[in-house]
């Protein structure tokens, strides 16, 4: 703890998918116990300032400060796993030994977790310099309210790998809509592939729910749905609008 008083903790549960864990310790064992009040990162503004706190390479409580440059990114972390989503993106300075700090607005509220940084060569000869990321409240909650409840995750999925449309993929695709969330591959016997979705399908809706992103989506199946839910996707294939009705599944 900062007073470098060390407790027991007991994991609860782990969830590599967003980069978080639960831990538990007991208050009895800590003087004077102060709790960080979580925020409502949905109601951050780009600009504002943050801070973040952590022990970057080793010095620890180290504070930096800066703002929040956007929210709702996807960043690929290992090109053998799922992206992390629903991101703060920040340049307050983030260095290894932050990660699982917190990221505070003003009122010293947790908005977020940080969890990665993008650095050095990123190819095509490029360099990267004070690009960090945080979780989100909107997924860290309700991530550690489910390892709480249920030890684990159950994330109800239909079997797809997505990612935001953009300009760029809309125009190498030939896709007919500059919003949404675009299908690249499908699990195979999958829900979605079972329901006879395709790949550059473009997912618009959710029920009554409009979705322009990867973050949308994927919180959205994960705060208001649950396994067995059976859901109708509005698709735009071809500048043609299709709907489908899929059962949510829990796709490894």
Partial sequence: LSSRERVDAEIVGTDPDADLAVLKID???????????????D???????????????????????GIVSDKGRSLVIDQNSDPLNDLVQTDAVINPGNSGGPLLNLAGEVIGINTAIIRGSIGNNQEADGIGFS??????????????ENGRVIRPRIGI????????????RGLSVDEGVLILGLVPGG???????????????????????????VRLFLNDYHVGDIVHLTVVRSAVTLSFDITLEEVS
């Fill in 161 to 172: 790998s997505i990612v935001d449309v953009t300009p760029v993929n809309a125009t190498e």
């Fill in 27 to 41: 208050p009895d064992d800590v003087e004077e116990l102060v709790i960080a009040k979580l925020g409502d990162t």
């Fill in 191 to 217: 829900p979605a592939e079972q329901a006879g979705l395709e790949v550059d399908d473009v997912i618009v809706m959710v029920d009554d729910f409009p979705v322009s992103s990867t973050t949308e989506l």
């Fill in 43 to 65: 109601a951050m503004r780009i600009g504002d300032w943050v801070i973040a706190i952590g022990s970057p390479l080793g010095f620890e409580g180290s504070v930096t400060v």
């Fill in 135 to 148: 979780v989100s409240m909107g997924t860290a909650i309700p991530v550690a309210k489910q390892l709480i």
